[in-house]
């Protein structure tokens, strides 16, 4: 009898694969977030990407970035954690964890913590040094939100749609 396959997905590969694809529903002509809420028993409750609220007209909304605060995208796009909470029409997100291509900032940092959100895996941390991100880090760390790179493996996965 053959043996079971030994290249499949870890949990967090897969998690961070649904939180990769669904970045890829942004509008965002410069960043894509993705972001998936999963429980303890590796089922997903809640998915999001960065974009405008519903309602929101896409096409009349600003996606740059400008000087003017009222004409950049800033003020009006919900970054892809704040979707995915909001998204979540299940009850309480406590001890979930939350997969997600970009370091949250600080307001979603808070809206983390809130909804008891124990465990952040993110892609990326490319805005490390920024004020935002420093405060979510000392928000986590204040709370005992833990936090985690990814820990990629170059695995390559070709998907045709």
């Known amino acids: 009898m053959p043996g079971k396959r030994s290249d499949y997905l870890s949990w967090d590969q897969y998690f961070m694969g649904v939180a990769m694809l669904s970045a890829q529903r942004s509008k965002d002509p410069n960043t894509q977030v993705g972001a998936c809420i999963v429980n303890k028993e590796h089922k997903i409750l809640s998915m999001g990407y960065n974009g405008m609220p519903v309602g929101c007209d896409d096409e009349d909304m600003p996606w740059e970035k400008c000087e003017n605060p009222l004409e950049s995208k800033y003020l009006y796009v919900c970054h892809a954690e704040m979707n995915a909470i909001l998204n979540y029409g ?13 370091f949250p900032c600080n307001e979603c940092a808070k809206a983390i913590i809130q909804t008891g959100i124990k465990e952040v895996v993110y ?11 420093i405060a979510s880090k000392r928000m986590f760390d204040m709370v005992g939100v833990k936090y985690r790179a990814f820990e990629k493996e170059e695995k390559e996965i070709r998907l045709k749609l």
Do not use: F, R
Request: aromatic content about 8%; hydrophobic content about 35%.
């Open 90 to 102: 299940g009850g309480s997100l406590k001890n979930a964890i939350l997969y997600v291509t970009l």
């Open 123 to 133: 892609l990326s941390d490319k805005y490390a040094e920024s004020d935002s991100t």
